[in-house]
């Protein structure tokens, strides 16, 4: 088990340095002495499950990263991940539907960790396609290819330059673990598609301000200026459920707010629109 004390020691260490704690604090708060905290980094002690997944809660991690986290130690993983296609997620679904339906005649839709599109109301599923050529429309689901991509959204997006170092900042932070190929690949891409500026400023830290993305939208006599916020589910028990997001947009102004009346005020009846799958973000 030598090997695995030294595994799941790196981990805790490289996480209590991301997340800016001494041993002492990681120790005090997770009940722990600094001395056995100590150990358990250099690899000298043995964590026990329990201790591993008390260590992930203080540090705040994910439910898969607290899965990375039992395996390095030896253990099976806890947090089940189940695919939202499963008929066990029926329900859970049918809940997701009727939060998207709720917010219309404003577009809405569900994501995964990847950016996939897995749910939408009816007036999603009308006005994001408009946004992206035919072509790169029929062979992709993908949020962030559909906006990054040269034949994708951003060609009608004015403020183009703040959304794109916005999105590229929550795409590294999301995407960024070598852990995750399919993430990894789907960044590589959306890197290649960015400008050197916006890769530039990616790693900055987010401000409160970015918890609103405002857009502004000039298209074929269409001009919108709306803002976007990313919703989670709270504290859920799965993988999955965890690293899903709902994104919702809004008129900025009166003059958006009759804009979108007039060209999509017809949707406002719910209708379920799912892209609900098995879908991957390697690069095309």
């Known amino acids: 088990m030598a090997n695995a004390a030294t595994s799941?020691?790196?981990r805790i260490h490289a996480w209590r340095q991301t997340r800016g704690l001494s041993q002492f604090e990681l120790a005090s708060r997770a009940g722990f002495s600094v001395r056995h905290v100590s150990f358990i980094e250099t690899g000298r002690a043995q964590p026990s499950r329990e201790a591993v997944l008390a260590l992930g809660e203080v540090l705040d991690l994910s439910l898969r990263e607290r899965n990375r986290l039992l395996e390095s130690a030896g253990f099976a993983h806890v947090f089940r991940e189940t695919p939202i296609s499963a008929d066990e997620m029926a329900h859970m679904r049918?809940?997701?539907?009727?939060?998207l339906d709720r917010h219309l005649p404003y577009a809405a839709v569900a994501?995964?960790?990847?950016?996939?599109?897995?749910?939408s109301n009816r007036t999603a599923g009308q006005f994001?396609?408009?946004?992206?050529?035919?072509?790169?429309?029929?062979?992709?689901?993908?949020?962030l290819r559909a906006t990054f991509h040269p034949e994708g959204s951003r060609r009608w997006i004015v403020n183009w330059p703040e959304v794109e170092r916005h999105l590229l900042s929550r795409a590294e932070l999301d995407l960024g673990s070598p852990e995750d190929p399919v993430g990894a690949a789907l960044l590589a891409e959306i890197r290649s598609y960015a400008s050197a500026s916006a890769?530039?400023?990616?790693?900055?830290?987010?401000?409160?301000?970015?918890?609103?993305?405002p857009l502004h939208i000039s298209m074929r006599g269409l001009d919108l200026r709306l803002f976007s916020t990313i919703m989670t589910l709270c504290t859920p028990h799965d993988v999955t459920l965890q690293e899903l997001r709902i994104e919702t947009f809004f008129p900025a102004d009166q003059e958006s707010e009759r804009c979108?009346?007039?060209n999509f005020g017809e949707?406002?009846?719910?209708?379920?629109?799912?892209?609900?799958?098995?879908h991957h973000s390697s690069p095309r």
């Open 199 to 213: 890769a530039a400023d990616s790693h900055t830290a987010p401000r409160p301000g970015d918890l609103l993305l």
């Open 267 to 278: 949707c406002a009846a719910p209708a379920s629109t799912a892209f609900v799958g098995t």
């Open 94 to 99: 049918g809940m997701l539907q009727f939060i």
């Open 128 to 143: 994001l396609p408009t946004l992206i050529s035919p072509a790169l429309s029929a062979r992709n689901n993908n949020i």
């Open 111 to 119: 994501l995964d960790r990847h950016s996939n599109l897995l749910l």
């Open 260 to 262: 979108w009346q007039q």
């Open 8 to 10: 799941v020691g790196r």
